[in-house]
Structures are given as structure tokens and as C-alpha cells.
């Protein structure tokens, strides 16, 4: 079984950066799909980026994400950050972390992921 912890959310004001981390453990590949996600209030959750842990290559749900979000991993791939430039508004919610099996390559859709964090808060306001 998989375990994930997210951590590094907060209160922040529009245009401020944040990261978030992600901590996986237990029975975890050292080959597989790390993804973040997001879920605004009265939204369904979406993908953002997907982290292969095996080789560190990056994938991204669009190229707005792209240039918002970096998703990167420590050396070791147990914990893979999410790192957030210009927060908006909008850009508020909670953020999850999941990890799946790795294919041909990582997937930013939900039904691509087993286990899943219990996500942390990201309040963008004045």
C-alpha cells in the first residue's frame, strides 16, 4: 500500500509563489507516476502536472500549467514538489498528490492513479 502526504499549503496573497510537497511511501515503485491535482470550491478535481520517478521527466496537463506549476522530485523520488509561481484567485482549493503505475508515460487524468493524499489548503486572497 501507498501512502502520500501533502504539506506546504497555506494563505497567500495574488502574485505570491508557493511549494508544495509530497511525501510517498510504502509499498511505492521506484518506477512509477507521481500527479498533482487540484480541486477549487464547487469544481471538479483536475490534473496539473504527473512526475515520472523513475527518470524525473515532467509532464504537464497544458501548457497554462506548464507555465505556472514545476513539478520536480528529490533525488531519491520519495518526495515530489509542486512549485507555484503568480498565484491567482482562482488558482485556490485543495491539492492532492497521487501515485499510479507507470506506462509507455504519466498521465495527468485521475484514472491513472491508485492512491491518493489527503491534500492541503491553498487560499489566494487580499
Known amino acids: 500500500q501507498v501512502q502520500l502526504r501533502e504539506s506546504g499549503g497555506g494563505s497567500v496573497r495574488p502574485g505570491e509563489s508557493l511549494r508544495l510537497s509530497c511525501i510517498v511511501s510504502?509499498?511505492?515503485?521506484?518506477?512509477?507516476?507521481v500527479g498533482w491535482f487540484r480541486q477549487a470550491p464547487g469544481k471538479e478535481r483536475e490534473g496539473i502536472a504527473a512526475?515520472?520517478?523513475?527518470?524525473?521527466?515532467?509532464?504537464y496537463a497544458d501548457s497554462d500549467k506548464a507555465r505556472q506549476f514545476d513539478i520536480s522530485q528529490d533525488h531519491a523520488g520519495n518526495t515530489v514538489y509542486l512549485q507555484i509561481e503568480g498565484l491567482q484567485a482562482e488558482d485556490s482549493g485543495i491539492y492532492y498528490c497521487?501515485?499510479?503505475?507507470?506506462?509507455?508515460?504519466?498521465?495527468?487524468?485521475?484514472?491513472?492513479?491508485?492512491?491518493w493524499g489527503q491534500g492541503t489548503q491553498v487560499t489566494v486572497s487580499t
Open positions: 497521487a501515485a499510479g503505475p507507470s506506462g509507455n508515460a504519466c498521465y495527468t487524468g485521475e484514472y491513472a492513479y491508485r492512491s
Open positions: 510504502g509499498d511505492h515503485s521506484r518506477n512509477s507516476c
Open positions: 512526475v515520472f520517478t523513475g527518470t524525473g521527466r515532467s509532464y
